[in-house]
């Protein structure tokens, strides 16, 4: 007898999430609609309200999602066996190979504030993202999250983000990766 494999169906609140990721990502959050994510989801507009109370908080859960995939990513790519310095290079060299390969849309924790200025929820995922930067260099160089070595790293890792998204320069940001190695 044959086996069938039978591939779960994603839910639609996971099909909401992918399609507004993709659109926040191409259009921006403004300029994409409910409706557009409705339609690229493939479901009933109610699944959406059923899901999310509204756009904002369709937002903060997408929000959610890339907090969670860096943080995971983050972790993952590196090796605590490493120098500090090769960790910290890694972090650099992980975001270069995104722009690289077309992937990367710039960081969608500021894409957000600057979207939605005026939404707390949103600036309060964007703090999450920054504390959880601040730790994972903090890890990554064997450093207090408050010293000063962590706070320069976390400004050159912004500055090398923004390299990315407005000059699409993986050159850009592995220098700025160089930097950070001399500062460690």
Request: proline letters at 3%.
């Amino acid at each position: 007898m044959e086996t069938m494999t039978v591939t779960p169906v994603p839910s639609a609140r996971a099909r909401l999430l992918a399609s507004a990721r993709r659109l926040f990502h191409e259009h921006g959050i403004n300029a994409t609609g409910i409706d557009l994510i409705v339609r690229s989801a493939g479901v009933a507009k109610a699944s959406l309200y059923n899901n999310f109370a509204s756009k904002e908080a369709l937002v903060v859960a997408y929000l959610e999602d890339e907090l969670n995939g860096w943080v995971d990513h983050a972790r993952a790519v590196d090796d605590p066996r490493w120098s500090r310095q090769e960790r910290i290079a890694t972090l650099f060299e992980v975001l270069a190979l995104s722009v690289e390969a077309n992937t990367f849309f710039g960081c969608p924790f500021t894409n957000a504030v600057i979207e939605l200025p005026e939404c707390v929820a949103v600036r309060q995922m964007a703090d999450r993202y920054r504390d959880e930067v601040r730790a994972h260099i903090s890890v990554l160089v064997g450093e207090a999250p408050g010293s000063t070595v962590v706070s320069r790293l976390v400004l050159v890792y912004d500055g090398a983000i923004t390299a990315a998204k407005v000059a699409r320069d993986a050159g850009l940001v592995r220098q700025a990766g160089t930097l950070a190695q001399d500062l460690v």
